[in-house]
């Protein structure tokens, strides 16, 4: 990543999709610290905050911590509830108005009962928050003797979020990858050509379908 006199904006997204790579928070700090000599906003989409596998499950949030910094949030990831369609910006307060300014353009409201449901929901956050890192420990231990154990399959392993980036060792381009493993298997995993990563694919861990999934994995790779 490289900052200079003519950066505006530098875009980071903490917890990552796809690798599950988690900043941590000195990191983040000299980040601010660079962007602050320049100048440079930063907008970071903390879809995944609270999601981290170690220490504490929150990694800072941008805004707490940058003047220029910019949050955002949702129901979708943390919280497990994609369909309400509700999420959040967190900045200062001109830029809020600015940004409530612009909104009205093309969002008259959103939904009141996707709104009454979203507070439920914050309301009780921990007790969800448990049941998804119930999920997610189940998850990583069963990716994680997966990656050790199958020689065709490589991976950093995620430290918060849902996914993990997975590098299979077998010469053949990731969209045919993916595309033969749904078909022959009904295993749906997004190749890595999508996210400019040839060779790997991405891989959804929070499921209790994982173990079969990545047997039926192991099985396709061996007859590539
Ligand atoms: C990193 C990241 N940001 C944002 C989103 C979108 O979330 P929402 O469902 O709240 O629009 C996703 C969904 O896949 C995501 O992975």
């Keep these: 990543m490289t900052m200079s006199s003519k950066t505006k904006l530098l875009c980071l997204n903490n917890p990552n999709n796809p690798t599950g790579a988690v900043i941590p928070d000195e990191m983040l700090k000299e980040i601010v610290e660079i962007a602050n000599k320049y100048n440079i906003w930063i907008l970071s989409d903390e879809v995944y905050r609270g999601l981290n596998l ?5 990694s800072l949030s941008i805004a707490d911590i940058y003047e220029k910094g910019i949050s955002v949030g949702s129901m979708s990831k943390t919280y497990s509830l994609p369909g309400l369609r509700v999420g959040w910006i967190t900045a200062r307060e001109d830029l809020i108005n600015e940004i409530n300014h612009q909104r009205q353009y093309n969002t008259i409201s959103i939904s009141i009962i996707d709104d009454y449901f979203a507070s439920l929901a914050l309301e009780t956050k921990n007790s969800i928050a448990y049941r998804n890192f119930d999920i997610m420990r189940k998850g990583l231990t069963v990716l994680e003797e997966w990656i050790a154990s199958e020689i065709y399959a490589d991976c950093i392993l995620p430290r918060g979020g849902t996914t993990a980036l997975i590098r299979y060792k077998k010469d053949i381009p990731s969209r045919d990858f993916a595309r033969n493993l749904q078909r022959s ?6 190749p890595g050509e999508t996210l400019e990563m040839e060779g790997y694919f991405r891989l959804g861990f ?3 379908a994982l173990s079969p999934a990545l ?6 790779i061996r007859e590539l």
Excluded: Q
């Design 185 to 190: 298997t009904g295993v749906a995993v997004l």
């Design 206 to 208: 929070c499921t209790d």
């Design 54 to 58: 170690y220490g504490n499950p929150y």
């Design 215 to 220: 047997s039926l994995i192991s099985e396709f």
